[in-house]
């Protein structure tokens, strides 16, 4: 029997039973959580009560996706050294979160993005401009999760049929509904702090055992995957095996490259957990282990995806259920069996449970606050529970609705949508927030230019893109109407929404260098930021 056999006809009880007993434990941490989630702090920034190093380990929850677990390992393995590329991409991008964003975010906001945008502009078009831009990426991002549970089942449950995938996607949402609806921010912290310590944990003793079979020497774990990658092998450690084949899969390795490392800073549920500490100075401890921490499982995926080259090859990985995405499931099959893939398997599926709940929460809290509270209400919401029970309603159709689009998308190029969330976050979300941040005359109509014309162009290039249609693995096959030659627009779509963002300024009267005074004083010394965050 093979590796690929071997998932097929894996113990699936053994791998339900893992994930349930951790489902249980969680659910168990969840409710204790929601005891003393009472108000709006609560609900929305778990009342600002966890530690930097808490709060980082979370982040890297948050941050560290099934994508990044199976994607990452099985581009390793297959493309080699293009495949790594995608981890420095993903761990530059912390830098930029570090010193530009996250103490001035945390300083400046209360709970989300839009409240440092209406800091210093007219509140209600700037906050539905930025919930608009919130739930998109979130959306997009949550479909991506949905389907990619969809497909993990199919590979490590055996259940092939689109009925039973279905089901399972029902089941990882309406777990996530009840995380999210009953612990609010404090209780789905504490779910991405185990989730974060068993991926890591998990990682790291594959890595160790990969290290051992090859006597702990890293020029061996490299020099038996491109032994077994045979003619396509002595590829694997040389540049441009996936995007040198032309000047133009190079520009889109270029695009894609600034999407990911311009897009951490502005995915919405990375900003908002920096409201989840007492103070800058711990928003930014967070960030700083929350770098080292995504630094150290990425030098695990090295490891992990060329000891899947060497061990299980690259021939049967792309032959396996799920394809790439098979390879760390197939070395932990090859390395400890059916006991350590089911671990494996439980891990892969904690890790999308945890990730969709950070996402809904996020998305949620966006509707409440913003447009229910600020935007509806005009702010004159007296009763904070009234905003909380619309998050957790707010919540429950999110999760509905990320149920019904998983399914829907489930079998789809779930990278086409990983890359859309990370291209709508750096084109949309980041100029806004940067300008708002660093540019005194920055002023309501730039926002609303930037967010609303960075969205626009990414998404219509996108949906003509060969990502949806004309590529190699489009969305729709069968159909071509594509005519923008890039997969990733972000490098044309980040700029542009620069540029409107400051072309919407000058265009416009609108100017307050007061205010914009305040907050910078705010932003870089915290000055009156706990009054701003506790009422």
């Known amino acids: 029997m093979n590796l690929a056999q071997g998932i097929e006809g894996s113990n699936a009880a053994l791998n339900i039973g893992i994930f349930t007993l951790f489902v249980a434990i969680t659910l168990v941490i969840v409710f204790r959580a929601s005891r003393t989630s009472k108000t ?11 530690t930097g190093p808490q709060n980082g380990i979370a982040i890297s929850g948050d941050y560290l996706s099934a994508a990044s677990f199976l994607g990452i390992a099985g581009a390793i393995a297959v493309a080699g050294y293009d495949g790594f590329l995608y981890s420095i991409g993903f761990l530059v991008a912390w830098l930029i979160a570090l010193l ?99 991926l890591i944990i998990g990682a790291g003793v594959m890595t160790v055992w990969v290290l051992g079979k090859f006597g702990f020497n890293l020029s061996s774990v490299l020099g038996g995957a491109v032994e077994r990658g045979g003619e396509a092998g002595s590829k694997l450690l040389d540049p441009g095996g996936r995007y040198g084949a032309d000047g133009t899969s190079k520009i889109d390795f270029v695009s894609l490259s600034l999407a990911l490392v311009l897009g951490t800073a502005g995915l919405p549920h990375v900003l908002m957990r920096f409201y989840t500490v007492p103070s800058a100075r711990e928003a930014r401890r967070s960030v700083v282990w929350a770098i080292w921490l995504i630094g150290l499982f990425y030098l695990f995926s090295l490891v992990l995806g060329y000891g899947a080259g060497a061990l299980v090859g690259p021939d049967v990985i792309a032959g396996a259920p799920g394809g790439e995405n098979s390879a760390a499931p197939l070395l932990a099959f090859a390395l400890g069996g059916t006991v350590l893939l089911g671990l494996i398997s439980a891990v892969a599926f904690a890790t999308i449970l945890a990730v969709v709940a950070g996402l809904t929460i996020t998305a949620s809290a966006s509707f409440a606050h913003d447009v229910y509270a600020n935007v509806i209400k005009k702010g004159t919401v007296d009763d904070k529970a009234q905003e909380v029970r619309v998050a957790r309603i707010t919540a429950l159709v999110i999760g509905a609705l990320a149920i019904v689009g998983g399914i829907a998308a489930n079998g789809q190029n779930i990278a086409f949508l990983v890359a859309l969330a990370f291209a709508v976050a750096a084109s949309a979300n980041l100029p806004t927030i940067l300008y708002s941040l660093f540019w005194k005359r920055f002023n309501t109509s730039g926002a609303l230019w ?3 014309g960075g969205l626009a162009v990414c998404v219509v290039l996108i949906v003509f893109s060969p990502a949806v249609s004309g590529g190699a693995k489009p969305m729709f096959s069968g159909v071509d109407f594509h005519w923008f030659p890039l997969s990733n627009p972000g490098i044309v779509s980040i700029p542009v929404s620069f540029l409107l963002g400051y072309l919407g300024t000058i265009f416009s009267k609108e100017r307050n260098d007061a205010k914009y005074a305040e907050m910078e004083v705010r932003s870089l010394t915290g000055a009156h930021a706990e009054k701003a965050v506790t009422h």
């Open 40 to 50: 709006a702090v609560d609900y929305y920034a778990a009342g600002h009560a966890f």
């Open 100 to 198: 530009l964003v996250a103490e001035l975010l945390r300083n400046t906001g209360k709970y989300t993005m839009g409240d440092v945008l209406a800091f210093r502009m007219r509140q209600r078009p700037v906050r539905a401009a930025s919930a608009v831009s919130t739930l998109a990426v979130s959306f997009f991002y949550l479909l991506a999760q949905m389907a990619g549970a969809g497909g993990l089942v199919a590979l490590l449950l055996g259940i092939d049929n689109a009925g039973g995938q279905a089901a399972v996607i029902g089941v990882v949402g309406a777990i996530m509904i009840i995380y999210v609806i009953i612990g609010g921010m404090r209780g789905t912290t504490w779910v991405q702090i185990i989730k974060a310590t068993l």
């Open 450 to 452: 930037s967010i609303y």
